[in-house]
Structures are given as structure tokens and as C-alpha cells.
């Protein structure tokens, strides 16, 4: 009776693992350790916004919206809780992506007025923090494109045959990817023109 049980416990583990359970699996433990480094990087960014904010208040008191902005922002980014089971839901997802989109613009407009003050340009602090935004800035990049490669490999996994039936049956399904929200707008090449601007007509 053992020695047929084991036979059976064999087979069974051999056709899971030829039918693609395992790396399913194993893509999945990929995503969720991609996904956790990605949400590393956005707080770290987080972390570093209210010292920005503070260190550009003294020089641009009366930019109070752009830095309202920022503010405003990091606090929805907060209030939003990045956990595994966003992975599994595309409206979370996406809430959440819009959530970082709007920080990232909002930082954008801070860094365009940032370049009126020289003198804040120069500050050992300022320069300090956009180091440290710039380096994570890149590594949310290098971060999100890891999770998007882990994400499309996983998805290939489970529309692929024979691995699509063990995902139907236990219930596996695609995970959302990352997305540009203006993908229109970026799509259109910028008009470059080097011709000077007319004077205007007196």
C-alpha cells in the first residue's frame, strides 16, 4: 500500500510540475519581490519630499500652491496602502499608479521653479536632496522595469499551454502592468525650431 502511494505522489508531482504549476509559482514569488522593491523605492522618494519642501519654503515663500501641491500629493500617495493585493486588483492598481503619477508631476513643477533661485540652486542641502531624488528617481525606473519583465513573464505563462489549464484550475489570472497615462501625448514626436521668435508688432 506505501510503495503504491508513493508511485502516486510521484506521478502527481511530475504532472505538476510538467503542467507549469511550479513555475507559476515561482513567477509569482518574482512579482510580489519585484513589486516590494518598487514600493521600497516610491517611499524612499516619499521619505525625501517634506526635507525638499522645507528646504525650498525658505527660499520661495511665495510659491505656496506648487509647494501645496507637492504636499498634497505625497499625502494622497500615503494614504493609499501598496500591499500584494493591489497585484490582483487592475482599479487599485491603477489608483495607485495615478497616486505616484500625480507626485512625480508635482515634483516636476517644484524642480521648474526651483530654477528661478540661484541661491537655492547653490544651497549644500538643496543640491543634497536632488541628488538623492535623482538617484531614486533612477531607481524606481530600473525597479518598475524589473516588475514589468517579471509581470509579462508570468503572463505568458499562464495564457501559454499546458500551464493556461493549471492556471484556470487553480485560479490564476494576469496580473496588471504598469502603464503611461498620457501614452498619446508622448507618442508625438515634440516639434523642434530653431527659427527666433518673431518680434512682436508695436
Avoid at 495564457?159 to 496580473?175: D, I, V
Wanted: charged letters at 20%; one cysteine or more.
Amino acid at each position: 500500500m506505501r510503495k503504491i502511494l508513493t508511485v502516486l505522489a510521484a506521478l502527481a508531482s511530475l504532472s505538476l510540475t510538467n503542467c507549469g504549476y511550479n513555475a507559476i509559482q515561482s513567477e509569482d514569488e518574482q512579482i510580489k519581490a519585484n513589486w516590494s522593491e518598487v514600493v521600497n523605492q516610491y517611499q524612499r522618494r516619499a521619505d525625501l519630499v517634506p526635507n525638499l519642501v522645507n528646504s525650498v519654503k525658505g527660499f520661495a515663500q511665495q510659491e505656496k500652491d506648487v509647494l501645496l501641491g507637492v504636499t498634497n500629493a505625497r499625502a494622497k500617495v500615503g494614504s493609499i496602502q501598496a500591499t500584494p493585493e493591489v497585484l490582483n486588483d487592475p482599479a487599485a492598481f491603477q489608483k495607485f499608479q495615478a497616486a505616484q503619477g500625480e507626485l512625480s508631476s508635482a515634483l516636476s513643477r517644484l524642480l521648474v521653479v526651483t530654477e528661478n533661485y540661484p541661491q537655492l540652486k547653490s544651497d549644500a542641502l538643496f543640491k543634497d536632496l536632488m541628488s538623492q531624488l535623482e538617484g531614486t528617481e533612477n531607481r524606481i525606473t530600473v525597479a518598475r522595469n524589473r516588475y514589468i519583465k517579471a509581470v509579462q513573464d508570468y503572463n505568458v505563462t499562464i495564457r501559454s499551454f499546458p500551464s493556461n489549464l493549471t492556471a484556470m484550475m487553480f485560479g490564476y489570472k494576469e496580473k496588471p502592468n504598469f502603464t503611461v497615462d498620457n501614452e498619446k501625448a508622448i507618442s508625438t514626436a515634440p516639434k523642434v525650431d530653431f527659427n527666433p521668435a518673431p518680434a512682436p508688432s508695436k
